[in-house]
């Protein structure tokens, strides 16, 4: 099994831009590409997820100037269906070159979309950069709203940034006080679709970046294809971004290998197990 997926490269790396990493998640690389590639011309676009309508709810947007995409900075870890703009950003927005962020199974949906576009004629000939942020699991509003307010007793109006990390859920508020709980006990929030999930590093991206593996303030990033190099070392060369070889970085990818073979194995088990659910008949595999 290839766990983290074809890459041409990895490395561990960061903005250059204060003003970026600021509020971004980790390195800032998604928010530092998109702007990057919006100023160059490489895209005219980006789906990235907005300030939905509650507090920390995220919202699909076409980002089309700076302001809207560092707006959208930080991760929120509560679902945020990106690829239901995808059509309007080319058919209402007029976007040739689009850009889009996402998980592992938007990126996926992408792709999908790209080789079967039912539903999406000249559209999927539009995309230019498809970034993908990995991830271990994800959870409805309402499950995010009660890990932060009933586990961390933070209330969303006073939170700054949430994380996962270190086997922890992390809360940070304006004020600087930090609440953090064990991830054993934000299981039973999951979304259950997240349980037959085998993609944890966005393999099929053309750049696909996490904070597992690189020190606080600094990302992992796979080079993938092409066209992700071809745009990566342009960006790199504009000095947008610091870089260092992954070898040098502790923990580097000894411990994304370890991740995302734990959580390919434990969401194949499950998928064993939901063939054999019913008696006598199982439950749907999508894989087959
Ligand atoms: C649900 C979830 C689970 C994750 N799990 C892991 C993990 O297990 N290990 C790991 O290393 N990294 C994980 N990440 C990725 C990590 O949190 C950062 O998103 C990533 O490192 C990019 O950081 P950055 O500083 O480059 O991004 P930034 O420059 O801060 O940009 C982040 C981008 O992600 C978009 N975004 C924010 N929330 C969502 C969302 N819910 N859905 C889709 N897009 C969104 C933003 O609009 C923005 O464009 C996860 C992310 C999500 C959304
Ligand atoms: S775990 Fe998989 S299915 Fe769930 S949000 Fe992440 S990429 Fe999508």
Request: charged letters at 25%; a negative charge; glycine letters at 14%.
């Given at each position: 099994m290839d766990y983290l997926g074809k890459y041409k490269s990895a490395v561990a790396a960061r903005s250059t831009s204060a003003e970026v990493l600021r509020?971004?998640?980790?390195?800032?690389i998604v928010t530092s590409m998109f702007l990057y590639a919006l100023e160059e011309g490489i895209i005219d676009g980006a789906i990235v997820a907005g300030q939905g309508e509650k507090p920390w709810q995220p919202k699909p947007i076409v980002a089309t100037t700076p302001e809207e995409i560092l707006s959208s900075?930080?991760?929120?870890?509560n679902v945020c269906?990106?690829?239901?703009?995808l059509k309007e950003s080319v058919r209402?927005?007029?976007?040739?070159k689009v850009g889009i962020v996402g998980t592992p199974c938007q990126i996926q949906a992408l792709r999908k979309a790209q080789l079967y576009p039912v539903g999406l004629r000249d559209v999927c000939?539009?995309?230019a950069l498809a970034m993908g942020i990995f991830c271990m699991e994800n959870f409805s509003y309402q499950s995010m709203t009660q890990i932060v307010?009933?586990?961390?007793?933070?209330?969303l109006h006073s939170l700054k940034k949430t994380d996962i990390g270190k086997g922890k859920y992390w809360a940070y508020t304006n004020r600087g006080a930090v609440s953090q709980i064990p991830l054993k006990l934000t299981h039973k929030y999951?979304?259950?679709?997240?349980?037959?999930?085998?993609?944890?590093?966005?393999?099929?991206?053309d750049i696909s970046t996490g904070?597992?593996?690189?020190?606080?303030?600094w990302s992992t990033v796979f080079i993938r294809n092409n066209n992700g190099e071809n745009i990566w070392n342009k960006a790199v060369a504009a000095g947008i971004f610091e870089t260092k070889p992954i070898?040098?970085?502790?923990?580097?990818l000894e411990l994304v290998t370890k991740l995302a073979t734990e959580k390919i194995t434990k969401n194949q088990k499950e998928l064993e197990h939901r063939a054999t659910f019913g008696v006598n008949k199982g439950l749907r595999n999508p894989y087959i």
């Open positions: 509020c971004s998640q980790d390195g800032g900075r930080g991760t929120r870890y269906p990106n690829m239901s703009v209402k927005y007029g976007l040739d000939d539009k995309i307010q009933d586990h961390c007793n933070v209330d999951e979304q259950p679709g997240c349980h037959v999930c085998l993609d944890y590093v966005a393999n099929l991206a904070s597992v593996g690189s020190p606080d303030g070898e040098s970085v502790k923990p580097g």
